[in-house]
């Protein structure tokens, strides 16, 4: 009788859990519709897109995407014409600082996302927090500010963290020593070494394009289509960015600062002496002054130019104290200089021979920006562009030569060589001598490359398809490297767009994204989830944010989902009746087979009233 109530107990649980099922399934959640812009052509943004739209669907949450050419994702994106469009955080050494103070420049997504912040931290507000902190020189203060910014943003969920982004590597197994860059585009290849074959390298690098493209015009003054990794290659600054943010001497050897009258800094900087520029010219304090002439003429310290960052307006003057010794006066305690002064453009050296007008080049007529800047003018100063005439700098590698397809509209290879007579005699007889960078059309090319033994190495996201680097992974006849996260991916939410305006509506939308799940099959799993805007490893972004923004469908269900009783909730009475009815019927299916039990044995259950009737009768 035991296992008779037992399996009476287990049907009464099993319908109280239908009965439940049941209505919790008949929940009708608040219909949502976003527009998510994304870039056309990204494959793997698009895959993401598409993962996001079923996990927001699962909530009531409509997703319209938008995949924009490139202009009008750019004037979607300024005008803020979207509820969701993805982003990443620059990387070091840009996190957080310079990421945070572009949110003023209206080509960035935050631009326009951040303008429905609520008081008391309106965007203005924000903004002008951003604007403090880099004035603040106490280092646990300045943990203090940044921390608030940080809890700023998180409290009102203005993006759903995706992903932790590292760089892959991956080389032929005749290749050894790389060490993964500290920045995106940063790729230390004089470290490699030759176990087997040419020291010639052959190499498709991740280009700001993805697959690689071209080297631009590759001078140290401007922006694209120069690619960051080969203008690093070439050229160098004072100083150098170094693991954990360690700031570390390049062309400087060492520097002091010191505050001055009228809460100014005066930063010395001791040069390196015996340095050589790659077309035999002498490094000195004169060439480090003229590229700063040319480089902050004041026509091109707005934000149109290089104005993007807060070198241009911090520095005041610049001199020489000696022929090895150069003098900065800064406007303020600006606490990012050095780190800024470490950034592969705009302000990298640039050969004196190699400026129109040469060593005595005039920074306003004979201007080293591109010639397709034209001009630039602030108040009654002009400068006119006149470009450069050549490419040296004082880089580990010196360019040799371009090759174009039989078409002459695009590269086909890119050769440069190591320069022997670099101040850092980083290389050995077993170092790369000469590295072709080459052209693919796609990643399946460049993947049938590697394979084929055509093509050396990979470095750099987006020229193989994740899954081909988990595969490379596994071989034994290839090595695979991946940087630390340098970004976090994100989805960024338009503050200020019905209905991502709505707080709830945004932390609906991040509980609902499963992000471990999109990141296993759309990225192969080599990345991981993250749950904050900058990466943990960025400086003063190891800040404990509550509560966390991860995949909760269970929260999310909750604020987007209600389950009012008198819409479609079954009573509980209901509940129980069911129940009740459940436990009935099963009680009488048991003892109907008790009775059939009984028989068989020659029992049966109501032979004694029988018999007591016939004894009547």
């Not at 239908?18 to 519709?33: F, G, H, I, S, Y």
């Not at 943004?45 to 996001?52: F, Q, V």
């Amino acid at each position: 009788m035991f296992a008779v109530f037992s399996y009476i107990n287990f049907a009464t649980a099993l319908t109280l859990r239908k009965a439940r099922w049941l209505q919790e399934n008949t929940l009708e959640c608040n219909k949502l519709v976003v527009d998510f812009i994304i870039l056309e052509g990204d494959a793997t943004l698009l895959a993401i897109e598409d993962d996001i739209r079923a996990d927001l669907a699962k909530v009531g949450v409509d997703v319209n995407l938008r995949a924009l050419p490139k202009d009008e994702f750019n004037v979607a994106m300024v005008s803020g014409d979207f509820n969701l469009a993805f982003s990443e955080s620059w990387g070091p050494p840009y996190d957080p600082h310079s990421y945070a103070t572009s949110w003023k420049a209206p080509d960035e997504a935050y631009s326009a996302a951040l303008k429905g912040l609520p008081a008391p931290n309106t965007k203005a507000v924000l903004d002008q927090k951003i604007a403090d902190t880099l004035l603040v020189e106490d280092e646990t203060a300045r943990e203090e500010s940044w921390s608030e910014i940080l809890n700023i943003l998180h409290d009102q969920a203005t993006e759903i963290p995706i992903s932790g982004k590292s760089i892959p590597a991956v080389m032929n197994s005749r290749l050894s020593g790389y060490e993964p860059g500290k920045q995106q585009y940063d790729y230390p290849i004089h470290k490699l070494r030759i176990i087997s074959g040419s020291k010639n390298v052959t190499l498709a690098p991740g280009a700001q394009t993805g697959l690689f493209q071209g080297v631009g015009r590759l001078d140290p003054h401007s922006y694209r289509p120069n690619e960051f990794f080969s203008n690093n290659w070439v050229y160098e600054g004072l100083v150098e960015y170094g693991p954990n943010g360690a700031i570390l001497p390049s062309l400087a050897i060492s520097w002091s600062v010191e505050d001055v009258t009228g809460g100014k800094q005066k930063y010395t900087f001791n040069l390196r002496q015996g340095v050589k520029f790659h077309d035999d010219a002498d490094w000195d304090c004169s060439v480090a002054k003229l590229n700063l002439d040319h480089v902050f003429a004041a026509p091109l310290t707005t934000p149109d130019w290089h104005g993007w960052y807060g070198l241009p307006d911090k520095l005041e003057s610049w001199s020489c104290a000696s022929p090895y010794v150069l003098e900065m006066i800064a406007t303020d305690s600006y606490y990012p200089l050095l780190q800024e002064l470490s950034y592969i453009r705009p302000l990298r050296m640039l050969s004196p021979n190699m400026f129109v007008g040469g060593a005595s080049s005039d920074p306003l007529t004979q201007n080293s920006c591109p010639t397709g800047w034209e001009s630039a003018t602030l108040g009654n100063v002009a400068v006119t562009c006149a470009g450069v005439t050549g490419i040296a700098g004082t880089g580990r590698w010196e360019y040799l030569n371009t090759v174009m397809d039989p078409s002459g509209e695009q590269t086909d290879t890119v050769t440069f060589q190591r320069f022997n007579d670099h101040w850092d005699s980083y290389g050995g007889t077993d170092g790369v001598e000469f590295v072709k960078l080459v052209y693919y059309p796609s990643q399946e090319a460049v993947k049938a490359a590697l394979d084929n033994n055509d093509l050396d190495a990979v470095i750099g996201a987006g020229v193989l398809d994740p899954e081909a680097v988990r595969e490379f992974k596994g071989r034994t006849d290839f090595t695979v490297s991946m940087s630390e996260p340098l970004q976090n991916r994100i989805v960024v939410f338009n503050t200020a767009k019905a209905p991502t305006d709505e707080l709830q509506n945004r932390k609906v939308m991040i509980h609902a994204v499963d992000k471990a799940a999109i990141i296993q099959k759309e990225l192969a799993g080599l990345d991981e989830p993250v749950d904050s805007l900058f990466p943990k490893t960025a400086p003063y972004s190891d800040v404990d944010l509550t509560p966390k923004w991860d995949y909760d469908f269970e929260k999310a269900t909750l604020l987007n989902c209600p389950k009012p009783e008198e819409s479609y909730s079954l009573p509980t009475g209901a509940i129980v009746a069911i129940a009740v009815s459940a436990s009935a019927v099963v009680a009488l299916a048991m003892f109907v087979g008790y009775m059939r039990y009984k028989e068989r044995l020659g029992k049966p259950v109501f032979k004694s009233l029988i018999d007591d009737k016939a004894e009547v009768l």
